[in-house]
Nanobody
Framework: VQLQASGGGLVQAGGSLRLSCAAS????????MGWFRQAPGKEREFLAA????????YYGDSVKGRFTISRDNAKNTVYLQMNSLKPEDTAVYYC???????????????WGQGTLVTVSS
């Protein structure tokens, strides 16, 4: 499975962005999809996960209520809608695919290349 994340950029605090993650390759498998981020000098942080059919989602505490994960299996694409952005949301954002349900980096076998989100104050 190959993953391509896009949609990052520069946004002012309080603004919104929508990230996309397009999957190619063995996309007929039932993968949990997740979003993570990594700021300079920090560990990779779990943000959100969604089951293969979109039936369940889970969010990290730092983004709960502000970010929404969704997927369109017909387009092999997962989205992360980010609202009320803060300067501390600045990081490289990664999408990933896992054959099991996971809310940590463990289990995620395939990773996208990352897209940079910068939130200015």
């Amino acid at each position: 499975v190959q993953l391509q994340a896009s949609g990052g950029g520069l946004v002012q605090a309080g603004g919104s962005l929508r990230l996309s993650c397009a999957a190619s390759g063995r996309t007929n498998s039932r993968y949990t999809m997740g979003w993570f981020r990594q700021a300079p000098g920090k560990e990779r942080e779990f943000l959100a996960a969604i089951t293969w059919n979109g039936g369940a989602t889970y969010y990290g505490d730092s983004v709960k209520g502000r970010f929404t994960i969704s997927r369109d299996n017909a387009k092999n694409t997962v989205y992360l809608q980010m609202n009320s952005l803060k300067p501390e949301d600045t990081a490289v954002y990664y999408c990933a695919a896992s054959p099991i349900w996971s809310t940590t980096t463990r289990g995620y076998e395939y990773w996208g290349q990352g897209t940079l989100v910068t939130v200015s104050s």
